[in-house]
T-cell receptor
Framework: KQEVTQIPAALSVPEGENLVLNCSFTDSAIYNLQWFRQDPGKGLTSLLLIQSSQREQTSGRLNASLDKSSGRSTLYIAASQPGDSATYLCAVVMDSNYQLIWGAGTKLIIKP | DGGITQSPKYLFRKEGQNVTLSCEQNLNHDAMYWYRQDPGQGLRLIYYSQIVNDFQKGDIAEGYSVSREKKESFPLTVTSAQKNPTAFYLC???????????????FGNGTRLTVT
């Protein structure tokens, strides 16, 4: 059974720092991996989608990498800003049934 | 602007009452989903629908029911049979079938249900 883990559950860093959020999964038979952002009390916004054949995707200050063989993905945020404060969730789409399996998220706080 | 509207934002009910959460989308998406979010856990799929008049159970369908009579609408009813209904409920949609494949999910802003 696929399990998606995001550690740490919470992270606080000063403004301006580059940071990395982690996502690990136990079953490498994935179709793609997706990163989302959730602001408090709101829905989720899609940030990046990486196909299983890809190694990384970039959007602005965000860069997501995927290492399928080791079951890991990272979300790199450059030059962090207070507006980046949110919960970041990763999810994998399974190859077998296209089911989406979610991590519990990392709550990120950027201190001004 | 296209998007997904969930209403109400907050909902309070007494135990034993059924309650219906609204989800409407104007994105012309075929697929719609209902997720439940609890603190410290990943999202869990309640029901999904890939096309009008068709829907399937997700991982935690017990105590919930849905309908899909129109493409734009996918209401969720939380019945009195749901043992622990207090949670944050998220509706989502996508252009293609189950779990979006390569098309990202679009989410509403959620409904926080409190049952006492």
């Amino acid at each position: 059974k696929q399990e998606v883990t995001q550690i740490p559950a919470a992270l606080s860093v000063p403004e301006g720092e580059n940071l990395v959020l982690n996502c690990s999964f136990t079953d490498s038979a994935i179709y793609n991996l997706q990163w989302f952002r959730q602001d408090p009390g709101k829905g989720l916004t899609s940030l990046l989608l990486i196909q299983s054949s890809q190694r990384e995707q970039t959007s602005g200050r965000l860069n997501a990498s995927l290492d399928k063989s080791s079951g890991r993905s990272t979300l790199y945020i450059a030059a962090s800003q207070p507006g980046d404060s949110a919960t970041y969730l990763c999810a994998v789409v399974m190859d077998s049934n296209y089911q989406l399996i979610w991590g519990a998220g990392t709550k990120l706080i950027i201190k001004p | 602007d296209g998007g997904i509207t969930q209403s109400p934002k907050y909902l309070f009910r007494k135990e034993g009452q059924n309650v219906t959460l609204s989800c409407e989308q104007n994105l012309n998406h075929d697929a719609m989903y209902w997720y439940r979010q609890d603190p410290g856990q990943g999202l869990r799929l309640i029901y999904y629908s890939q096309i009008v008049n068709d829907f399937q159970k997700g991982d935690i369908a017990e105590g919930y029911s849905v309908s899909r009579e129109k493409k734009e609408s996918f209401p969720l009813t939380v019945t009195s049979a749901q043992k622990n209904p207090t949670a944050f409920y998220l509706c989502a949609s996508s252009t293609s079938g189950m779990s979006s494949y390569n098309s990202p999910l679009h989410f509403g802003n959620g409904t926080r249900l409190t049952v006492t």
